[in-house]
């Protein structure tokens, strides 16, 4: 069977459902480690495995201001807690975590549509 990539069906934070454009690339990150390996003087090697959370970055999403979405996005920005996410990929695969929004949250006027960025803890898991 070969592999389905295309278009984000939909991503959904904190229960609520935002379109994605068609074009978006994202990026996606499952969190868990990272490893490096460090040389020792004898020869031998180490791994360091740092931790690392899950993200989900490069997203493009509708912004409706009837839905008042940019203000709703606002707070969940601006909240102390993760939230749940989910991002429902072209394949039908749907990947869940709790995250936070990062970086700028700036709505563009023209396409209606801002730049997303997710993070958080754990993993991000398939459902």
């Known amino acids: ?3 389905v990539g295309g278009s984000i069906h939909s991503v959904t934070l904190n229960g609520r459902n935002f379109a994605v454009a068609a074009d978006a690339d994202a990026q996606r ?3 868990g ?3 490096d390996v460090q040389a ?3 020869g031998t090697a180490r791994i360091t495995k740092t931790r690392v959370p899950w993200s989900l970055s490069g997203l ?3 912004v409706d201001d009837s839905r008042k979405d940019h203000e709703f996005l606002q707070q969940l920005a601006d909240r102390d807690d993760e939230f749940p996410c989910a991002v429902r990929l072209a394949s039908g695969e749907v990947y869940q975590g709790s995250g936070a929004i990062t970086g700028e949250l700036a709505a563009g006027t023209q396409n209606a549509t801002t730049s997303l960025a997710l993070m958080g803890s754990g993993q991000l898991t398939r459902q």
């Open 60 to 62: 493009t999403i509708e």
């Open 40 to 42: 020792n003087g004898n």
């Open 29 to 31: 990150k499952l969190g």
């Open 1 to 3: 069977m070969a592999a």
């Open 33 to 35: 480690y990272e490893n």
